[in-house]
Nanobody, 124 residues
Framework: QLQLVESGGGLVQAGGSLRLSCAVS????????IAWFRQAPGKEREGVIC????????TYADSVEGRFTISRDISENTVYLQMSSLNPEDTAIYYC?????????????????WGRGTQGTVAS
């Protein structure tokens, strides 16, 4: 059973940076594609960015292109979301997710496992 636990959320000023972590247990982190999603108040959950089991990355949200990056540390079994040049529109609960199948590519709609999320708030 794959388990995902997010951490690293908090309050940051506009223009600042934040790094979120998704700790993976039950399998090694490179067995699965891992994606970050977010849900802002009053909005639907949206895909942000993903890293495949082979290490290729895919940005889902145009609004984060060039500002957010995803990486992983296999020794720590953790996936990271580095967010920079943050603005208040980035305020959301951030979730990491994984599909039910191992060794897959990044593909929205394949999510099966979810973490509980971590709140990121950007003050103007």
């Amino acid at each position: 059973q794959l388990q995902l636990v997010e951490s690293g959320g908090g309050l940051v000023q506009a223009g600042g940076s934040l790094r979120l972590s998704c700790a993976v247990s039950g399998h090694t982190v490179d067995d699965y594609s891992i994606a970050w999603f977010r849900q802002a108040p009053g909005k639907e959950r949206e895909g942000v960015i993903c890293i495949s089991s082979s290490g290729r990355t895919k940005t889902y949200a145009d609004s984060v292109e060039g500002r957010f990056t995803i990486s992983r540390d296999i020794s720590e079994n953790t996936v990271y979301l580095q967010m920079s040049s943050l603005n208040p529109e980035d305020t959301a609960i951030y979730y990491c997710s994984a599909p039910s199948m191992r060794f897959g590519r990044c593909a929205i709609g394949s999510e099966f496992y979810w973490g509980r999320g971590t709140q990121g708030t950007v003050a103007s």
